[in-house]
């Protein structure tokens, strides 16, 4: 058997559940060859241990283990973030929540804000934002009720060289945060938001992910009812202020009576759709953006 890198990169490719990408991802993490070199070097030779291993990837994924869990981090808007089992893996319909905060935080005029990404698991959001906007952050906190999703979080802080911005904190969402008296500029939030009935799950997410992060009480809304109803604890009312949250496609409607109830013409709010048309984040603001 030929061992040629693209070789076995079209091997790759013939599982469908994996992109170009990631094919070339499984090669560089076996062969601790840089990405890029991977792809300049498709017609050098690969070893039989280096291909065996790589099969073995294969077969686990075949099981439906997802390949972020199987090389132990997920690129994240081009950001490395380690996971393991006891986080999700960060999705790429995520990543757009920070196009909104890196727009807010443009525009913001306040050069040192304070932000909160609740629900952090990974820590992906909190850490992107950190390392997207290094000059206008002055302190991130990143909280979840999960001590082990916590552990994972600080190796990437750690990784990311962030301790110094980055704090994280052990919290029953809210329980802790509101008697702080720090108050955030930005909240960003991916709570758990999948209704306990929804049999609509990828078998994947359900056999290999946290059930911790997946499922909500009150049809998946527990959370961003939560949110709303402190928002005048949580956030810098008196400053400029946004909230983003990721949302399911289907709650849009529970959400938005939600709103006008308890918010009503207080503080503005619009909700956004995904790359795939789906209703996917739901931007609370005081001040026009
Ligand atoms: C959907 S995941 C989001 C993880 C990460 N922010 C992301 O976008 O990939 C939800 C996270 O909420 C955490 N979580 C679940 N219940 C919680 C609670 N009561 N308080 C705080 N965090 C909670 C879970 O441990 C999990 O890490």
Redesign the pocket.
């Known amino acids: 058997m030929k061992n040629k890198i693209i070789d076995v990169l079209n091997k790759l490719l013939q599982n469908e559940k994996l992109g170009r990408s990631d094919a070339i991802e499984i090669i560089s993490y076996v062969t601790k060859i840089e990405y890029n070199e991977v792809i300049i070097n498709q017609n050098n030779f690969l070893s039989k241990k280096v291909v065996k291993h790589i099969f073995k990837i294969l077969k686990s994924l075949a099981k439906g283990k997802p390949l972020a869990y199987i090389l132990g981090y997920k690129i994240f808007r081009g950001h490395k973030i380690i996971v393991n089992k006891n ?5 790429m319909e ?1 990543e757009q929540i920070l196009d909104y905060v890196n727009d807010f935080i443009k525009t913001n005029n306040k050069n040192k804000l304070n932000a909160l ?6 820590g ?2 909190g850490i992107s934002m950190f390392l997207e906007n290094k000059q206008s952050i002055n302190k991130i906190v990143i ?4 001590k082990k ?1 916590l552990k994972v979080a600080k190796q990437n802080v750690e990784m990311h060289d962030a301790t110094s911005n980055i704090e994280l904190f052990q ?3 809210l329980t802790n945060i509101l008697n702080d008296k720090n108050k955030f500029n930005i909240l960003v939030c ?4 999948i209704d306990k009935n929804d049999l609509n799950i990828d078998d994947s997410t359900l056999k290999y992910e ?1 059930k ?3 499922f909500a009480e009150d049809n998946g809304l527990f959370y961003y009812k939560e949110v709303i109803k402190n928002i005048n604890r949580i956030m810098a009312i008196k400053e400029q202020f946004i909230i983003v949250f ?1 949302i399911g496609w289907k709650q849009k409607d529970g959400l938005e009576t939600y709103l006008n109830n308890e918010i009503g013409l207080k503080y503005k709010w619009k909700f956004t759709k995904d790359y795939f048309n789906n209703w996917r984040n739901l931007i609370i603001f005081n001040k026009e953006i």
């Open positions: 986080t999700l893996i960060p999705r995520t990404d609740l629900c952090t698991g990974s992906c959001l909280s979840d009720i999960s999703a919290s029953d969402f991916n709570p758990p938001y946290p911790l992060a997946l990721e």
